[in-house]
């Protein structure tokens, strides 16, 4: 389940886009990739120019990166951190203000 803040409700946004993939894995096994942002670019290619600028190598509760997708370099705040159940963070750049859980 996501937690959305009110701001990113999708009944208040104009652009929503939800995607899933059910995997025959471990919750503990995705959640390792997912939290080790620096290796995003080795398995979605949609992503490059990772960093974290707050924390260790993974994120966490808090951490602030700054990456690019879609062409579009985004820094980012991680906003929720249920380990094993839930990551959520925002991204802004210059007319851009998303959320990605």
């Given at each position: 389940?996501?937690?959305?803040?009110?701001?990113?409700?999708?009944d208040r946004?104009?652009?929503?886009?939800?995607?899933?993939?059910?995997?025959?894995v471990q919750?503990?096994?995705?959640?390792?990739?997912?939290?080790?942002?620096?290796?995003?670019?080795?398995?979605?290619?949609?992503?490059?120019?990772?960093?974290?600028k707050s924390?260790?190598?993974?994120?966490?509760?808090?951490?602030?990166?700054?990456?690019?997708?879609?062409?579009?370099?985004?820094?980012?705040?991680?906003?929720?951190?249920?380990?094993?159940?839930?990551?959520?963070?925002?991204?802004?750049?210059?007319?851009?203000?998303?959320?990605?859980?």
């Open positions: 389940m996501i937690n959305w803040p009110d701001k990113y409700s999708p946004t104009r652009v929503h886009v939800a995607n899933e993939l059910d995997m025959d919750p503990e096994v995705v959640w390792a990739w997912l939290v080790r942002a620096q290796l995003w670019p080795t398995w979605y290619s949609n992503s490059a120019n990772v960093s974290i924390g260790g190598p993974d994120l966490q509760a808090g951490s602030s990166f700054r990456w690019k997708t879609f062409g579009i370099t985004l820094d980012s705040k991680v906003q929720e951190f249920a380990p094993f159940e839930r990551l959520a963070w925002s991204a802004r750049a210059t007319g851009i203000d998303v959320y990605h859980a």
